[in-house]
Every structure is written in structure tokens, then in C-alpha cells.
């Protein structure tokens, strides 16, 4: 059973940055694509970025140029830096992991596993 696991969330101001990462604890991540989704209160989960097997990436048009992912297959851990955060990015954000290691898709019925989530808060 794969276990992904998420630090770095915080509370930040508007216009601040964030830095998560996702650890992988049993299995290596290299095999797999990872995605980064977030659920803000009422909302449904959506698709924030995500990253391959080779590094290609697919990002949310929310996030595009703020947001960057990327991976350390050695580390087996994955990162999303978050850069000028607004405050309707505050959510919990969760990695997953799909067994489509060349294909950055953004639907959350191809990820397998979950992390527990970390909350991020912006304040205006």
C-alpha cells in the first residue's frame, strides 16, 4: 500500500509562498505521475498541477506561472512551490499518485493513491 505523505501548508498572506512536498513511504514514485489537488471548503476537489515519470508538467490556468511542481525521484518526494498566493487558494491540497508515469492527466479518477492533506491558508 502506497503512503504519501504531505508537510509544508501553512498560513501565509496574500501575495506570500508556500512550499509543499509529498513524500512517498513505501514504493518508489518514479513510476508514476503525480498530481497536486486542492478542496476548499464547499467545494469539489479540484486539479491544481502534475508532474511525469520524465518531468512534464500540466498545470490549472489558476495557477499557471505562480505555481511550479517538480520531483526528486531519489528523494522519492514531490514538491509544489506556491508562489503569489491569493487567498482563494486557501484549501487543503493533497498529492496523489497515477500509474501513468507518461501522462500528466488532471483527473482525479486516474490517481490511485492519496495523501491525508495539508491546509494552506491565504489571508487578505
Known amino acids: 500500500q502506497e503512503q504519501l505523505i504531505e508537510s509544508g501548508g501553512g498560513s501565509v498572506q496574500a501575495g506570500g509562498s508556500l512550499r509543499l512536498s509529498c513524500a512517498a513511504s513505501?514504493?518508489?514514485?518514479?513510476?508514476?505521475?503525480m498530481g497536486w489537488f486542492r478542496q476548499a471548503p464547499g467545494n469539489e476537489r479540484e486539479f491544481v498541477a502534475a508532474?511525469?515519470?520524465?518531468?512534464?508538467?500540466n498545470y490549472a490556468d489558476s495557477v499557471k506561472g505562480r505555481f511550479t511542481t517538480s520531483r526528486d525521484n531519489a528523494k522519492n518526494t514531490v514538491y509544489l512551490q506556491m508562489n503569489g498566493l491569493k487567498p482563494d487558494a486557501t484549501a487543503i491540497y493533497y498529492c496523489?499518485?497515477?500509474?501513468?508515469?507518461?501522462?500528466?492527466?488532471?483527473?482525479?479518477?486516474?490517481?490511485?493513491?492519496w495523501g491525508q492533506g495539508t491546509q494552506v491558508t491565504v489571508s487578505s
Open positions: 496523489a499518485a497515477a500509474p501513468t508515469p507518461s501522462f500528466a492527466t488532471f483527473y482525479a479518477s486516474h490517481y490511485t493513491y
Open positions: 513505501v514504493r518508489t514514485l518514479s513510476n508514476y505521475t
Open positions: 508532474i511525469t515519470r520524465t518531468g512534464n508538467t
